[in-house]
């Protein structure tokens, strides 16, 4: 159960968060562009009483020293999207075509919340608190790799991650060990043909229909190629080409993502789309360009660490709270930090009343934020180690 004195403390400062993370609504920015945000996020940290560095150009670095020899990291996202909002909220976004449109606004007011409360309790912390707020998950170069280069995992032994998942009913969470999010790729194809008038399309070499073509064809690699019991997601996002009715381009662009649980399917999906990209254009008598990323691994949550998340969860929540998801297709780059340290990635249930993550009418259902930092601070203060008397 929820220690009372932390939950009665939280609901004297729960209209506090909500305006936080409505601030943050109201302002979001892009990847390594959250002046704004971090400039808020630091202040509100000087209010606490909290020490803090700038790390990955807007990223806010906080630490609450207990002298031990222990150090809990955790982390929340701090970037939006290139989305336009179509919310209607008395608090919708002033940056045009940008919106927090994945909840992101609530993790950061989350963690600032959890980092109020775990300073109100300093007397019951047994370790030193990292607390990382980061930029630029959402888009390429994302921030993680830059934050552990400039040293961000120095003296951590452990981090927590989170995240609000409308798919997962409000006021649940999910722990899972092992793999819980997907390899994550990014891919771009250029076709370039010879254009013309549409009313003479034998006089060209027409990129729209090899596109076409294309597109059907890299569909049959997830149903023909990889095994059924395998999870392999294509995806094709994108596709530009052409200004005009009556012309046909030189050019078309298509971009999407690939998303795989291990390497070897990975690589396999690559080297087909690639040998199908070069044999359909060049049937066509069109030039290719490939351009394949690898933007994040599998977010893996380490077996022990999380075994003590889970059991501690356990004592702080009732059965009820708890939720089986299983591996997301989804990405994170917060593997990049599971592959250097233990560190377990918690889902949050935020509830289908919030909509669609990175959809234009996603509106965070606000009830989960409180829960979130009691859920966190509790498990924080409540965590024990098994070298622990």
Not at 88 to 101: C, D, E, Q, V
Not at 104 to 125: E, P, Q, R
Not at 126 to 140: D, V
């Amino acid at each position: 159960m929820f220690d009372p004195l932390i939950e009665e403390e939280i609901k004297k400062i729960e209209s506090e968060i909500i305006s936080w993370r409505r601030y943050f609504h109201m302002y979001p920015e892009l990847g390594f562009e959250e002046y704004k945000t971090s400039e808020k996020i630091q202040s509100i940290l000087k209010e606490i009483g909290i020490p803090f560095e700038i790390k990955g150009k807007t990223g806010v670095i906080g630490y609450i020293n207990k002298n031990a020899t222990i150090t809990i990291g955790i982390r929340a996202d701090i970037d939006a999207l290139p989305v336009a909002e179509e919310t209607n909220l008395p608090f919708s976004s002033k940056n045009k075509g940008i919106m927090h449109a994945c909840g992101h606004d609530g993790h950061i007011a989350t963690l600032l919340g959890v980092s109020k409360i775990l300073m109100k309790f300093n007397d019951l912390l047994k370790y030193n608190i990292k607390l990382i707020f980061q930029p630029s998950e959402e888009k390429s170069p994302c921030g993680a790799p830059l934050l552990i280069k400039e040293g961000v995992l120095k003296n951590i032994n452990f981090l927590i991650g989170f995240h609000f998942i409308s798919d997962i009913p409000l006021y649940k969470i999910s722990l899972e060990k092992g793999t819980v999010m997907a390899n994550t790729d990014m891919f771009k194809i250029i076709i370039e043909g010879k254009g013309g008038h549409g009313s003479t399309p034998h006089l060209t070499n027409d990129p729209v229909v090899c596109c076409g073509y294309l597109i059907s064809a890299l569909q049959t690699i997830i149903s023909r190629k990889i095994d059924p019991f395998e999870p392999a997601v294509l995806s094709i996002c994108k596709i530009k080409g052409g200004d005009a009715f009556n012309v046909i381009p030189e050019r078309v662009e298509i971009e999407g993502t690939v998303r795989t649980l291990n390497e070897k399917t990975r690589k396999k999906i690559k080297n087909q789309m690639k040998r199908i990209s070069e044999k359909i254009t060049s049937s066509y008598n069109c030039k290719l360009k490939f351009f394949y990323d690898s933007y994040s691994p599998c977010v893996r949550n380490d077996y022990k660490f999380t075994e003590i998340i889970e059991k501690t969860s356990r004592k702080i929540l009732d059965k009820k709270h708890f939720y089986k998801s299983g591996p997301s297709m989804g990405g994170e780059d917060f593997a990049f930090y599971s592959q250097k340290i233990p560190s377990t990635y918690i889902f949050i249930g935020c509830g289908k009343k919030s909509g669609v993550h990175h959809s234009s009418k996603f509106n965070l259902d606000e009830r989960v934020i409180p829960f979130a930092v009691k859920y966190l601070s509790n498990l924080i203060l409540n965590i024990k180690f098994k070298k622990e008397k």
